[in-house]
């Protein structure tokens, strides 16, 4: 399989935010692969909050800062990706008592 699709949820308990999370681990896709290209990410992330997705490094790369809600669409671009680096964190900024988050990513992968 070429593509894949991951939804991911969180829900903050107002006493810390999540700070580079691992949430895309290629070597644990099935098949696994080197490295990932982001073709679209849909969100809704409430209240005042936003959610930093990055490439997973020393110190990570930030690709989105995603607040509110919509999407971003990068399929005629090919998709977004990093010339190396794969795996995707995740970090909340912001977030109070119940502040919630939803994100779905579009993802093909990369053998190479």
């Not at 490094?57 to 671009?77: D, H, M, R």
């Given at each position: 399989?070429?593509?894949?699709?991951?939804?991911?949820?969180?829900?903050?308990?107002?006493?810390?935010?999540?700070?580079?999370?691992?949430?895309?681990?290629?070597?644990?896709?099935?098949?696994?692969?080197?490295?990932?290209?982001?073709?679209?990410?849909?969100?809704?992330?409430?209240?005042?909050?936003?959610?930093?997705?990055?490439?997973?490094?020393?110190?990570?790369?930030?690709?989105?800062?995603?607040?509110?809600?919509g999407n971003?669409?990068?399929?005629?671009?090919?998709?977004?990706?990093?010339?190396?680096?794969?795996?995707?964190?995740?970090?909340?900024?912001?977030?109070?008592?119940?502040?919630?988050?939803?994100?779905?990513?579009?993802?093909?992968?990369?053998?190479?």
């Amino acid at each position: 399989m070429r593509n894949a699709v991951l939804q991911f949820t969180g829900i903050s308990d107002g006493l810390t935010n999540e700070t580079n999370v691992l949430k895309v681990d290629c070597a644990a896709l099935l098949p696994s692969c080197k490295r990932v290209s982001v073709l679209k990410i849909d969100f809704d992330i409430t209240d005042t909050g936003r959610v930093d997705l990055a490439w997973d490094t020393t110190i990570p790369i930030v690709f989105a800062s995603l607040a509110g809600w919509g999407n971003i669409k990068y399929v005629k671009e090919g998709g977004l990706h990093h010339a190396t680096l794969g795996n995707i964190v995740f970090s909340t900024v912001g977030f109070d008592v119940n502040s919630s988050y939803t994100i779905k990513l579009w993802l093909r992968k990369k053998y190479d």
